[in-house]
């Protein structure tokens, strides 16, 4: 059976026949066509490059293309965000390679240089490809990475002109060597920053300092290189842009590229039989549900793409469908995860391409080839985290002047079920911003000792590094590991490199080591930070779709020795958590509700675990831990209420621990809505009577030391944030509390106790005098 194309509202109305398949879908929203508009090539690009362009089938760009070209060639910081499929690459590639022709004019060949960041080296090799594709010869693009071998590495610091690396290689390779690489940085005309959506939280606020690093040395050697950055498409990517380079940026965000008309579901997984814990209703998961959808699509001689979370959950999918459809149709679907060889993902890619395979259930549509798109039909298993990676999956659907189908499958969570309650969250103005925070010090000392080691530091770095390099530095000075010099220059006087101190991708602390006993064999870390909740003593810990049982975590070693098991139960652990306000930065009231943003100290300590029934959730025991406490120092957001907000609220005293608990748990939820993180990247406490308040407090904080921006976007956008916190509890169908709303499975006191409705009322009574609430008052 040849793949055949429907349109895709007929598509949809087969899968939704039946009564009960009809009431899961919340949402249907129409996206027409778009039209692409064009524009001439700037004159500004060289004619061999437009000649390549054209032999590859761009006769002419589209809009956005020609106008980061031209933004490049003026030296502005400029971000390319728009859509997948869009052509970002050309949009900078012109202008990059224009220079570096002209460069290989010069005497030496090597007049100018140029530098490309990717986030992954996969993504590196693919536009090392690319950009062969449209080269003349005489320039000379290189990877460098980890992989490089070690007498190629020599040739490419010398001859290459234009350079394909990762934001870890240029930190731990390429500035700690600088003087190795003069004569590329002398040069260096541009620096590229692909995928720079994906430079969040922690991870991001290190690539921040990592590229101010590279400006610093690149002006010590006379150049001043321009930064083009594409994104996928996010709120305020030129904010973005300056956090992450430092420097004042303009955005390209108006998509020419044309687009055929898509019909994108939202669709929401009926409630089982299953009970979970408390007796909450549980509905099915959102895997199984897509393996239901995709036997049906596939059926229909539809070609369609699954994206799923895990690699386990892409074997489970693709096995689900398999089993549904028997032969001959079964051999037509395949799962498709990072970890393949690049060879067995090309072939997948081929037969997908061809229409000998039908469906492909998938992990991220980054590791997914760029030259699957086209598809009929795209479903996602749960909300991929953010807006930019949802459109990016979406946009692997659609052929030119065809329609296509995406569906989005809720997930049993706050988020995943506001989502497909709120369409307008996801279909009107882009919501959530690409968040960083440089200026956390825990983060910038580091850089600041690696900076050092690279080049003294002088008066002068001070502005560049920003705001908190001066009180740091003194300090730095105190624990021995710069040493002032002549007046104000700061040298790093340590034998070790300083560069080997940060891991960009590390989260702080050694992380423990997952160890089978029985083999010795290593089989994965677990991050410092998570180890006492999730490798304790006594847990039980599920690695790659097995089951182990941690006989011991010892913590002096940070390994964790665990055994195959096949136990009928989980472990949840129970934890204490205590937090307290080292300072308030910024406070707003509404009426005599208050919000603040500031600095806290949060001491938390697993005291012990619950042991679970896997079927039923029932409990079967609690088991007593002695792990020592954990102190974290971050940044956090928290609100308070006055004892006549509560009368009015009707929340006596006694509903008041379950009111605020309910809230905090709902509001970490739907914080990844407006800032690019997950919930387990932040924290809750929520306290009746706070020592520090003397107020009932409800306090949201990043989970990492000295903070990761995520809680100041929460203050920033509090009241859109808590309005939708409010909405999603108000809106559960649930009694008394569920997955899809007030439990969280993080929680370390066991989901104890939650009050949805007195939560409720206490997040009107917070929202009544808000700045948007009393406007819409004062309007009726
Ligand atoms: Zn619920
Ligand atoms: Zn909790």
Redesign the pocket.
Known sequence: MPPRHRPPEALLAALTTGRSRSERLTHTEHLPARPARHSSWPDSIRPEIVASAQALGVERPWAHQAEAMKLAKTGQTMVLATGTASGKSLGYLAPVLSDLLDGTEAPNGRGATALYLAPTKALAADQRRRAAELVPSRVRPALYDGDTPPEEREWVRQYASYVLTNPDMLHRGILPAHARWSSFLKALKYVVVDECHSYRGVFGSHVAQVVRRLRRLCARYGSEPVFLLASATTADPATTAERLTGLPAVAVTEDASPRGPLVFALWEPPLTENVGEHGAPVRRTATAEAGYLLTDLVEAGTRTVVFVRSRRAAELVALQAQDQLGAPLAARVAAYRGGYLAEERRSLERALYSGRLLGLASTSALELGVDVSGLDAVLMAGYPGTRASLWQQAGRAGREGQGALAVLIARDDPLDTYLVHHPEALFANPVEATVLDPDNPHILAPHLCAAAAELPLGESDLHLFGPSTAQLLPVLEKRGLLRRRGGNSWYWTRRERAADAVDLRGSGGNPVQIVESSTGRLLGTVDASAAHTTVHTGAVHLHQGRTYLVQDLDLETSVALVEQADPSYTTAARDITSISVLGTDTTIDWGEARLCFGSVEVVNQVVGYLRKRIATGEVLGETKLDLPPRTLRTRAVWWTVTEDQLLDAEIPFDQLPGAA?AA??ASIGLLPLFATCDRWDIG?V?VPLHPDTQLPTVFVYDGHSGGAGFAERGFQRAEQWLTATRDAIAACECDRGCPSCVQ?P???????P?DKAAAVRLLDVLLADAPGRAAQAGDG
């Open positions: 608990h905090e748990h809750g929520s969280s993080k929680c370390g006191n066991g989901n104890d939650l």
